[in-house]
């Protein structure tokens, strides 16, 4: 069965030092891989993803991730963190047996202290 | 501007009582999902729809149910039947694994 699994509940970073979400995935074939954001009270906004081809993906607001398919992980990564980015970040991996649906992690609450 | 709209941002249920929360897309996208998320939680799927007038059950249908009588709507009911539907609702549309999310529904039990 495909599964996308964010080990850390909660991480906490001081601003301007480098950040870090994990995510580690299980799936048959080649991963579709995602990351979202969800501020208090609002819907999930898409970060990046990762298809194919180079496994450094930078996406939205100076985030990136980083394929790794040997260790399974998909972490998130920003060289400098801002208090702004606190906030509730999901990864996702497509389901290849449901036409597209997204298999969603638990969500990891990331917070940055000025 | 193309996106998704829920309606309305808060709802207030009393017992017993059937309440509807909207979703509306123009995006043109075919598929369209409703997921519950309770305060520090993940997201739980409630129903999704691939095609106009098809849907499914998700992992925690109980309670809820959905139409999908035009491409752009996918309206959720909470029934009586649901005993705990206080919590945050998300509908989503989706075009080949890439999602697009509403705003969200706050739905409370008075």
């Known amino acids: 069965a495909q599964s996308v699994a964010q080990p850390e509940d909660q991480v906490n970073v001081a601003e301007g030092n480098p950040l870090t979400v994990k995510c580690t995935y299980s799936?048959?074939?080649?991963?579709?891989l995602f990351w979202y954001v969800q501020y208090p009270n609002r819907g999930l906004q898409f970060l990046l993803k990762?298809?194919?081809?180079d496994n450094l993906v930078k996406g939205s607001y100076g985030f990136e991730a980083e394929f790794n398919k040997s260790q399974t992980s998909f972490h998130l990564k920003k060289p400098s963190a801002l208090v702004s980015d606190s906030a509730l970040y999901f990864c996702?991996?497509?389901?290849?047996?449901?036409?597209?649906?997204?298999?969603w992690g638990a969500g990891t609450k990331l917070i940055i202290k000025p | 501007d193309g996106g998704i709209t829920q309606s309305p941002k808060y709802l207030f249920r009393k017992e017993g009582q059937n309440v509807t929360l909207s979703c509306e897309q123009n995006?043109?996208?075919?598929?369209m999902y409703w997921y519950r998320q309770d305060p520090g939680q993940g997201l739980r799927l409630i129903y999704y729809?691939?095609?106009?007038?098809?849907?499914q059950k998700g992992d925690i249908a109980e309670g809820y149910s959905v139409s999908r009588e035009k491409k752009e709507s996918f309206p959720l009911t909470v029934t009586s039947a649901q005993k705990n539907p206080t919590a945050f609702y998300l509908c989503?549309?989706?075009?080949?694994?890439?999602?697009?999310f509403g705003s969200g529904t706050r739905l409370t039990v008075v």
């Open positions: 990762y298809i194919t081809g």
């Open positions: 996702a991996v497509r389901d290849i047996g449901s036409n597209y649906q997204l298999i």
């Open positions: 729809s691939q095609i106009v007038n098809d849907f």
């Open positions: 799936v048959s074939g080649n991963p579709y």
């Open positions: 995006l043109n996208h075919d598929a």
């Open positions: 989503a549309s989706s075009i080949q694994g890439g999602y697009t």
